[in-house]
């Protein structure tokens, strides 16, 4: 199993920045692409970013393109999702994920943690 611990979410006014971070434990998170979902209130939980085990390869969804950036530390375990430019649109809990690869973005491996709020005023 993957265990990941996500931090840094919080209460952020529309225009300013936020980073989450994900740490998980083990030795072999290098063999993992990583990723972050988020379930905004009342809706399905959707595709936000991945990044593959190495770092070379990442993808946003349209709705993060330009705003969002996502990076890993294989030394620290972590991987993080630099939030720039946020809007209340952007209010939701953020879940960090991981699986064996990103070759489908957006389908989800089976390690998620356990999410951390994200809220946006305006």
């Known amino acids: 199993q993957v265990q990941l611990v996500e931090s840094g979410g919080g209460l952020v006014q529309a225009g300013g920045s936020l980073r989450l971070s994900c740490t998980a434990s083990?030795?072999?998170?290098?063999?993992?692409?990583m990723g972050w979902f988020r379930q905004p209130p009342g809706k399905e939980r959707e595709f936000v970013a991945a990044?593959?085990?190495?770092?070379?390869?990442?993808y946003f969804a349209d709705s993060v393109k330009g705003r969002f950036t996502i990076s890993r530390d294989n030394a620290k375990n972590t991987v993080y999702l630099q939030m720039n430019s946020l809007k209340p649109e952007d209010t939701a809990v953020y879940y960090c994920?991981?699986?064996?690869?990103?070759?489908?973005?957006?389908?989800?491996?089976?390690?998620w943690g356990q999410g951390t709020q994200v809220t946006v005023s305006s």
């Open positions: 083990g030795r072999t998170f290098n063999n993992y692409a």
């Open positions: 990044i593959s085990s190495g770092g070379g390869r990442t």
């Open positions: 994920n991981s699986r064996a690869s990103v070759v489908v973005p957006t389908t989800p491996g089976p390690y």
